[in-house]
């Protein structure tokens, strides 16, 4: 029930258009929804995040869709360039105790390539 | 304002051997969490340090340990070691949770 099932486990867009990265969980209890850009070697970067309190959230080309009732969240990159090429991670959050500080439940990843 | 470090960039250690991974917070930070990233896989939660206290801990064995400085950088220490302790160790840091983790570029760890 801690898991977040993440698709497709690799993506391959032509510059200039839409990707798409799907995300499923069970755990009510998340109740915030990061997604990361890691690129080789380097750490995840936070790209967006949203609340369940929110249907959908934008910065600049990057866009989350939120579905409370489905328990789905996807992230939809517009325009898609090169430089987007990296593995991004959706990710939720549970507290670790009542009122307390929380973790991060990550998927597995979607590796997405941007071809010229 | 820096950013979350981590020493070394890289390690090899053999199996049964001891390590101990560091971690400096970002500016402000005071709490510290380490996930443990396999190849080909998301982060997964190790523990969390908060005032110098453990303050939570996921699905890892007690030969992975922690600590944390009156200045907010972290250790992690894995004792007998694994194969399948080969991984990438990531640091991450925060004031208040509830507006991200800054992640350090982590530790990438194999052991022989």
């Known amino acids: 029930q801690q898991q977040v099932k993440q698709s497709p486990q690799s993506l391959?867009?032509?510059?200039?258009?839409?990707?798409i990265i799907n995300c499923a969980y069970e755990n009510t209890a998340f109740d915030y929804f990061p997604w990361y850009q890691q690129f080789p070697g380097k750490g995840p970067a936070l790209l967006i995040a949203?609340?369940?309190?929110?249907s959908?959230?934008?910065e600049g080309r990057f866009t989350i869709s939120f579905n409370k009732s489905a328990k789905q969240f996807s992230l939809h990159i517009m325009d898609s360039q090169p430089g987007d090429s990296a593995t991004y991670f959706c990710a939720a959050s549970v507290q670790l105790w009542e009122g307390g500080s929380e973790k991060l439940v990550f998927g597995k990843g979607t590796k997405l390539t941007v071809n010229p | 304002e820096t950013g979350v470090t981590q020493s070394p960039t890289h390690?090899?250690?053999?199996?049964?051997?001891?390590?101990?991974?560091?971690?400096?917070?970002q500016s402000g930070h005071n709490t510290v969490s380490w996930y443990q990233q396999a190849l080909g896989?998301?982060?997964q939660f190790i523990f969390q340090y908060y005032r110098e206290?453990?303050?939570?801990r996921g699905n890892f064995p007690p030969r992975f340990s922690g600590l944390q400085f009156p200045n907010y950088s972290s250790e992690l220490n894995v004792n007998a070691l694994e194969l399948d302790d080969s991984a990438l160790y990531l640091c991450a840091s925060s004031l208040i949770w509830r507006g991200g983790y800054t992640f350090g570029s982590g530790t990438r760890l194999t052991v022989v």
Request: hydrophobic share 25%.
């Open chain 2, 53 to 56: 206290e453990e303050n939570g």
């Open chain 1, 50 to 54: 949203i609340r369940p309190d929110v």
């Open chain 1, 12 to 19: 391959i867009v032509q510059k200039g258009g839409i990707s």
């Open chain 2, 11 to 25: 390690l090899i250690k053999t199996r049964g051997q001891q390590v101990t991974l560091r971690c400096s917070s």
């Open chain 2, 41 to 43: 896989q998301g982060p």
């Open chain 1, 56 to 58: 959908e959230k934008k």
